[in-house]
Protein backbone atom coordinates (compact mmCIF):
# COMPACT_ATOMS: atom_id res chain seq x y z
CA UNK A 1 0.00 0.00 0.00
CA UNK A 2 1.33 3.70 -0.81
CA UNK A 3 1.90 5.42 2.10
CA UNK A 4 3.65 8.13 4.61
CA UNK A 5 4.06 7.02 7.68
CA UNK A 6 5.17 8.97 10.57
CA UNK A 7 6.36 8.37 13.99
CA UNK A 8 5.83 9.12 16.85
CA UNK A 9 2.07 9.82 16.15
CA UNK A 10 2.11 11.45 19.86
CA UNK A 11 4.95 13.30 22.02
CA UNK A 12 5.06 15.31 25.03
CA UNK A 13 8.72 16.76 26.04
CA UNK A 14 10.04 19.59 27.90
CA UNK A 15 11.89 22.61 26.75
CA UNK A 16 15.50 21.82 25.21
CA UNK A 17 14.94 17.91 24.90
CA UNK A 18 16.60 16.90 21.54
CA UNK A 19 13.70 15.20 19.38
CA UNK A 20 13.34 13.83 16.02
CA UNK A 21 9.92 12.70 14.04
CA UNK A 22 10.71 10.76 11.52
CA UNK A 23 8.95 10.35 8.24
CA UNK A 24 8.99 7.51 5.61
CA UNK A 25 7.22 7.25 2.15
CA UNK A 26 7.29 3.57 -0.02
CA UNK A 27 6.69 5.30 -3.33
CA UNK A 28 9.79 6.72 -4.65
CA UNK A 29 8.46 9.99 -4.72
CA UNK A 30 11.36 12.85 -4.98
CA UNK A 31 9.46 15.60 -3.35
CA UNK A 32 9.07 15.79 0.36
CA UNK A 33 7.75 18.52 2.94
CA UNK A 34 7.39 19.24 6.64
CA UNK A 35 4.51 21.39 7.22
CA UNK A 36 2.65 22.49 10.81
CA UNK A 37 -0.67 22.88 11.44
CA UNK A 38 -2.05 25.79 13.73
CA UNK A 39 -5.47 27.07 14.42
CA UNK A 40 -6.41 29.77 12.75
CA UNK A 41 -3.20 29.93 10.60
CA UNK A 42 -3.59 27.18 8.60
CA UNK A 43 -0.99 24.58 7.00
CA UNK A 44 3.11 26.52 7.22
CA UNK A 45 6.24 24.62 5.25
CA UNK A 46 8.90 24.16 7.51
CA UNK A 47 11.28 22.20 4.98
CA UNK A 48 11.02 20.82 1.68
CA UNK A 49 13.17 18.69 -0.19
CA UNK A 50 13.51 17.66 -4.46
CA UNK A 51 15.77 14.93 -4.12
CA UNK A 52 18.23 13.15 -1.99
CA UNK A 53 20.95 15.81 -0.17
CA UNK A 54 19.13 18.82 -1.79
CA UNK A 55 16.55 20.51 0.82
CA UNK A 56 15.46 24.19 1.47
CA UNK A 57 13.52 26.29 3.76
CA UNK A 58 10.03 26.89 3.92
CA UNK A 59 7.94 30.04 5.21
CA UNK A 60 8.94 28.76 9.14
CA UNK A 61 12.00 26.84 9.37
CA UNK A 62 13.50 28.50 12.81
CA UNK A 63 13.97 25.88 15.44
CA UNK A 64 14.18 22.75 12.97
CA UNK A 65 16.65 21.49 10.75
CA UNK A 66 15.76 17.80 8.42
CA UNK A 67 17.94 15.55 6.19
CA UNK A 68 17.57 13.85 3.15
CA UNK A 69 19.98 11.14 3.22
CA UNK A 70 17.75 8.26 1.75
CA UNK A 71 15.43 8.94 -0.34
CA UNK A 72 12.83 7.29 1.41
CA UNK A 73 13.51 8.92 4.57
CA UNK A 74 13.06 12.82 5.48
CA UNK A 75 13.34 13.52 9.79
CA UNK A 76 12.48 16.47 11.17
CA UNK A 77 15.03 17.08 13.55
CA UNK A 78 13.84 19.69 16.62
CA UNK A 79 17.70 20.27 18.51
CA UNK A 80 16.41 22.45 21.13
CA UNK A 81 12.30 22.31 21.52
CA UNK A 82 10.60 25.20 22.95
CA UNK A 83 6.16 25.58 23.61
CA UNK A 84 5.90 27.55 20.76
CA UNK A 85 6.86 24.16 18.28
CA UNK A 86 3.87 22.78 20.05
CA UNK A 87 1.94 22.19 16.80
CA UNK A 88 0.40 19.26 14.93
CA UNK A 89 3.19 18.34 12.30
CA UNK A 90 2.48 16.63 8.78
CA UNK A 91 5.19 15.21 6.66
CA UNK A 92 3.80 14.51 2.79
CA UNK A 93 5.51 13.65 -0.58
CA UNK A 94 5.00 13.39 -4.03
CA UNK A 95 6.04 12.41 -7.62
CA UNK A 96 6.47 15.77 -9.23
CA UNK A 97 5.09 19.12 -9.19
CA UNK A 98 2.10 18.77 -10.94
CA UNK A 99 1.41 15.54 -9.16
CA UNK A 100 -0.76 14.79 -6.13
CA UNK A 101 0.85 15.32 -3.03
CA UNK A 102 0.19 12.47 -0.51
CA UNK A 103 0.41 13.07 3.69
CA UNK A 104 1.40 11.50 6.61
CA UNK A 105 -1.34 11.07 9.42
CA UNK A 106 0.37 13.96 11.59
CA UNK A 107 2.46 13.55 14.78
CA UNK A 108 0.93 15.85 17.57
CA UNK A 109 3.91 17.45 19.63
CA UNK A 110 3.69 19.28 23.05
CA UNK A 111 6.26 20.93 24.59
CA UNK A 112 6.35 22.03 27.81
CA UNK B 1 5.71 35.59 -5.59
CA UNK B 2 3.05 32.64 -5.23
CA UNK B 3 0.00 32.63 -2.30
CA UNK B 4 -3.36 31.34 -2.42
CA UNK B 5 -6.09 33.05 -0.57
CA UNK B 6 -9.68 31.31 0.43
CA UNK B 7 -12.45 32.27 2.05
CA UNK B 8 -12.37 32.27 5.82
CA UNK B 9 -14.53 30.41 7.59
CA UNK B 10 -16.15 28.50 9.49
CA UNK B 11 -18.92 27.51 6.94
CA UNK B 12 -22.71 26.27 8.12
CA UNK B 13 -25.02 24.95 6.01
CA UNK B 14 -27.89 22.30 6.21
CA UNK B 15 -27.66 19.10 4.61
CA UNK B 16 -28.59 19.51 0.23
CA UNK B 17 -27.42 22.81 0.23
CA UNK B 18 -25.22 24.32 -2.02
CA UNK B 19 -21.55 25.07 -1.44
CA UNK B 20 -19.04 27.23 -2.91
CA UNK B 21 -15.47 28.14 -1.08
CA UNK B 22 -13.79 30.78 -3.05
CA UNK B 23 -9.75 30.41 -3.56
CA UNK B 24 -7.81 32.78 -5.74
CA UNK B 25 -4.54 32.45 -6.34
CA UNK B 26 -1.15 34.82 -7.04
CA UNK B 27 1.43 32.59 -9.12
CA UNK B 28 4.59 33.23 -11.59
CA UNK B 29 3.79 31.21 -14.73
CA UNK B 30 0.97 28.61 -14.62
CA UNK B 31 0.58 26.82 -11.27
CA UNK B 32 -1.31 23.55 -11.04
CA UNK B 33 -4.21 23.81 -8.75
CA UNK B 34 -5.49 21.10 -5.87
CA UNK B 35 -8.18 21.18 -3.36
CA UNK B 36 -7.53 19.16 -0.43
CA UNK B 37 -9.36 17.66 2.82
CA UNK B 38 -8.91 17.10 6.09
CA UNK B 39 -11.64 14.95 8.20
CA UNK B 40 -11.38 15.09 11.83
CA UNK B 41 -8.78 13.45 13.43
CA UNK B 42 -6.48 12.69 10.15
CA UNK B 43 -4.16 14.28 7.48
CA UNK B 44 -5.02 15.76 4.70
CA UNK B 45 -6.14 14.33 1.30
CA UNK B 46 -6.75 15.18 -2.41
CA UNK B 47 -9.80 16.03 -3.29
CA UNK B 48 -9.29 17.17 -6.99
CA UNK B 49 -6.78 18.97 -9.16
CA UNK B 50 -7.01 21.17 -12.22
CA UNK B 51 -3.29 21.44 -14.12
CA UNK B 52 -4.10 24.09 -16.89
CA UNK B 53 -6.51 26.65 -17.55
CA UNK B 54 -10.17 25.20 -18.32
CA UNK B 55 -9.60 22.08 -16.82
CA UNK B 56 -12.23 21.51 -14.11
CA UNK B 57 -11.18 19.09 -11.52
CA UNK B 58 -13.88 16.84 -9.77
CA UNK B 59 -14.74 13.93 -7.25
CA UNK B 60 -17.15 12.86 -4.63
CA UNK B 61 -19.77 15.39 -6.69
CA UNK B 62 -17.33 18.27 -5.85
CA UNK B 63 -15.90 20.68 -8.82
CA UNK B 64 -13.41 23.31 -9.68
CA UNK B 65 -13.03 25.03 -12.18
CA UNK B 66 -9.28 26.65 -13.60
CA UNK B 67 -9.61 30.03 -14.04
CA UNK B 68 -6.79 31.68 -15.60
CA UNK B 69 -8.43 35.36 -16.31
CA UNK B 70 -9.66 35.61 -12.73
CA UNK B 71 -6.74 33.42 -11.05
CA UNK B 72 -9.60 31.67 -9.16
CA UNK B 73 -10.29 27.74 -8.44
CA UNK B 74 -13.56 27.98 -6.71
CA UNK B 75 -14.99 24.48 -4.84
CA UNK B 76 -18.55 23.89 -5.48
CA UNK B 77 -20.80 21.12 -4.65
CA UNK B 78 -24.35 21.02 -5.13
CA UNK B 79 -25.55 19.22 -2.43
CA UNK B 80 -23.73 18.68 0.65
CA UNK B 81 -23.96 15.86 3.21
CA UNK B 82 -23.21 15.64 6.71
CA UNK B 83 -20.21 13.87 6.19
CA UNK B 84 -18.76 16.28 4.17
CA UNK B 85 -18.08 18.17 7.03
CA UNK B 86 -14.06 18.79 6.83
CA UNK B 87 -11.44 21.49 6.53
CA UNK B 88 -11.00 22.16 2.91
CA UNK B 89 -7.30 23.60 1.94
CA UNK B 90 -6.87 25.03 -1.11
CA UNK B 91 -2.98 24.65 -3.07
CA UNK B 92 -0.88 25.45 -6.21
CA UNK B 93 2.33 24.10 -7.42
CA UNK B 94 4.26 26.83 -8.97
CA UNK B 95 5.96 25.65 -11.83
CA UNK B 96 8.80 27.89 -12.10
CA UNK B 97 9.90 26.40 -8.48
CA UNK B 98 13.06 25.28 -8.90
CA UNK B 99 12.39 22.60 -5.36
CA UNK B 100 8.45 22.27 -6.50
CA UNK B 101 7.32 23.58 -3.31
CA UNK B 102 3.49 23.46 -2.22
CA UNK B 103 1.67 26.68 -1.32
CA UNK B 104 -1.67 26.83 0.92
CA UNK B 105 -4.53 28.67 1.56
CA UNK B 106 -5.55 29.01 5.47
CA UNK B 107 -8.21 26.40 5.18
CA UNK B 108 -12.05 26.70 5.27
CA UNK B 109 -13.66 24.95 8.25
CA UNK B 110 -16.90 22.99 6.75
CA UNK B 111 -19.70 21.86 8.70
CA UNK B 112 -22.99 20.21 7.83
CA UNK B 113 -26.26 19.96 9.86
CA UNK B 114 -28.89 17.42 9.42
Known amino acids: EAQVTQNPRYLITVTGKKLTVTCSQNMNHEYMSWYRQDPGLGLRQIYY???????DKGDVPEGYKVSRKEKRNFPLILESPSPNQTSLYFCASRFDRGHEQYFGPGTRLTVT | GNSVTQMEGPVTLSEEAFLTINCTYTATGYPSLFWYVQYPGEGLQLLLKATKADDKGSNKGFEATYRKETTSFHLEKGSVQVSDSAVYFCALSARGSTLGRLYFGRGTQLTVWP
Open chain 1, 49 to 55: SMNVEVT
